[in-house]
């Protein structure tokens, strides 16, 4: 066979040569709607790779972007990885100290930022003195009349002065690509450092039918940001298939979503719950129905099966539940049935299509007890999820410490998990979220899923309180859907009898917002601190 490496700047010349002229339209953080093609993209990922070798990237550099989805952010995706440069897609929703501790630590040379987060780059600039040019994605038109971030112009500027003419050079595939830190809620972000390999791999193995089951009939919109683990790798993926893709810039809110999935004739989307809550919400108000959209991956934190329900029965849009990591690439496994389960009724179907899913080919899979022995698949015993395969990391970023991998080369995820006979996993929750209630263990997730099928919930989350008693109990806390009403007593009362009685939640307390990760998970550590002094007899 011939020893061609496997390379992301393949993709974008598959795309162009034989989709060029499948569209990439983007709605523009400065405002409008920007309409191109694989074809085009392709010849401005060249253009960029022209001016960042003007700008003296060499191999290995790191040059960060802090953007929305869009056309422009496709192209550096292609134009750092395609010389062998590095592709540093920064969350702009984590703290600007972490912000600063990212920049700094992967020693970005330059810096990609939309127009949005000006004011954000010129607070951080001054704590970033190794980033030599900032690099505004937009038109010369929106540069600010003054700025003392160094070196500033124009994406549109930059890209103009260079020639389309570019051969991509035949990398090693094991050269890195990519690199995207975790949000880091207990400790320093730690940085994953992604391969062309490792994107290719899992970009095919993501297309696959049983995985998000890609293809050139689909028109594809991400509303994962590519700065949460490479919008969960559509943005390879979609070219790779020759799919159209639409990128939804800054207007994360229902309405915009709504308009682009309709003028678009979106197909297919990846997004957090939260993000599905809020469209659903908007979906009833307006008594609205999707013309195009049939299937949406949703991932990033368990799926309540209410959400699966009210999308499937009032929507009809197919919810495929996925689970990951930024260390896993991210997909591990997607939640598709077998053949012992067709012609289950859709209730059925959903109950099974509600755990996290089967692993994709790739990324293998085991459960282990605390003596890490390996743990039946019976869908009861519940252990650390290990995992391993191609598009796994082996180790952070310039860590300086050992990895999370055990001593026969599994990644442990710091999630709980059971995996039934069929293979399919349930995350219980991360291990430190596990609510020890005398000998037993309480799942959050469990309980959470549940109090969000009330319909006076809006969001829930629950952890556990010192107990003197048990040593600890589910303390459930809840904010109310705008403008209905729910008593603590009613919704204690609609856990009975659909959980074991030891897991019930012992009380239940309201707020108007929960804390929230830089990527949209319920930041448990922020409650526990807020609710600390709590205790159930
Ligand atoms: P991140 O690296 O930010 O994508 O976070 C990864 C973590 O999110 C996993 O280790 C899980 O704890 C959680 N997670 C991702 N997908 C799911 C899911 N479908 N259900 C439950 N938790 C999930």
């Given amino acids: ?10 993709i974008i010349e598959h795309a162009a040569k034989w989709h060029g002229e499948t569209e990439i339209v983007s709605r523009l953080p400065e405002g ?25 990237v060499a191999d290995g550099d790191r040059v960060a972007t802090i953007a929305w989805n869009t056309h422009r952010h496709f192209e550096l995706y292609y134009g750092v990885a395609g010389i062998g440069a590095v592709c540093h897609t920064i969350n702009p929703r984590l703290f600007p100290e972490q912000l600063v501790y990212i920049i700094n630590h992967a020693e970005d040379r330059l810096l990609f930022f939309d127009l949005t987060f000006l004011p954000l780059v010129e607070k951080l600039a001054p704590a970033c003195p190794k980033v030599e040019k900032w690099v505004l994605m937009a038109g010369p038109e929106y540069l600010p009349a003054a700025s003392a971030l160094p070196g500033l112009c124009s994406y549109e500027d930059l890209l103009a002065a260079e020639s389309t003419d570019y051969e991509w050079p035949m990398l090693d595939e094991n050269t890195a690509c990519s690199l995207c830190y975790t949000s880091g809620t207990t400790a320093e972000p730690k940085g994953v450092l992604y ?37 969960w790798g559509l943005p390879y993926a979609a070219p790779l298939n020759g799919a159209k893709l639409v990128l939804p810039g800054a207007g994360m809110d229902a309405a915009s979503l709504y308009e682009l999935f309709e003028s678009e004739g979106v197909t297919f989307s990846a997004g957090v719950p939260t993000i599905w809550l809020g469209l659903l919400q908007f979906m009833r108000e307006g008594g609205r129905q999707f013309t195009s959209l049939r299937r ?33 690439s991210p997909l591990g496994t997607a939640g598709h049935l077998k053949p012992k389960h067709q012609g289950l009724s859709p209730a059925d179907s959903r109950a099974v299509r509600a755990k996290q899913g089967r692993v994709v080919f790739g990324a293998d899979m085991k459960i282990v007890g605390d003596d890490g022995q390996a743990l039946p698949h019976d869908g ?19 860590s300086g410490t050992p990895g999370e991998l055990t001593a026969d080369g599994w990644f442990r995820t710091g999630d709980v998990a059971t995996i039934d006979p069929d293979g399919f996993m349930q995350i219980t929750d991360r291990s430190k979220d596990v609510i020890k209630s005398g000998g037993e263990w309480i799942s959050s997730i469990d309980l959470e899923n549940l109090a969000v099928a009330h319909p006076a919930v809006a969001e829930a989350a629950v952890i556990g309180v010192p107990s003197a008693k048990w040593s600890e109990r589910p303390l459930l806390v809840v904010v109310r859907r705008p403008g209905m009403d729910v008593s603590a007593e009613e919704l204690l009362g609609f856990f009975k009898g659909k959980v074991a009685k030891f897991s019930e939640p012992d009380a239940v307390e309201f707020v108007e917002q929960l804390p929230h990760t830089a990527t949209g998970k319920i930041l448990k550590t922020q409650l526990r601190k807020d609710f600390a002094g709590y205790s159930i007899a």
């Fill in 32 to 56: 409008g709607i920007h309409r191109g093609t694989y074809a085009q993209a392709h010849a401005r990922s060249k253009q960029l790779a022209n001016a960042l070798l003007r700008l003296g």
């Fill in 195 to 231: 391969s062309h390999r490792s994107t290719l791999l899992h970009a095919m193995a993501i297309s696959l039918p049983d995985a998000l089951n890609c293809s050139a009939l689909d028109v594809i919109m991400p509303v994962v940001p590519m700065f949460h683990v490479n919008a």
């Fill in 380 to 398: 009861v015993a519940f252990g650390d999820l290990l995992v391993r395969g191609p598009w796994v990391v082996a180790d952070y970023f310039r």
């Fill in 296 to 328: 949406t991956v949703v991932g990033g934190s368990a799926c309540p099966p209410a959400l699966m329900k009210a999308f499937e029965e009032e929507l009809g849009v197919t919810i495929m539940h996925a689970w990951g990591m930024t260390e896993t």
């Fill in 1 to 10: 066979m011939m020893a061609d490496q496997l390379r992301v700047a393949g």
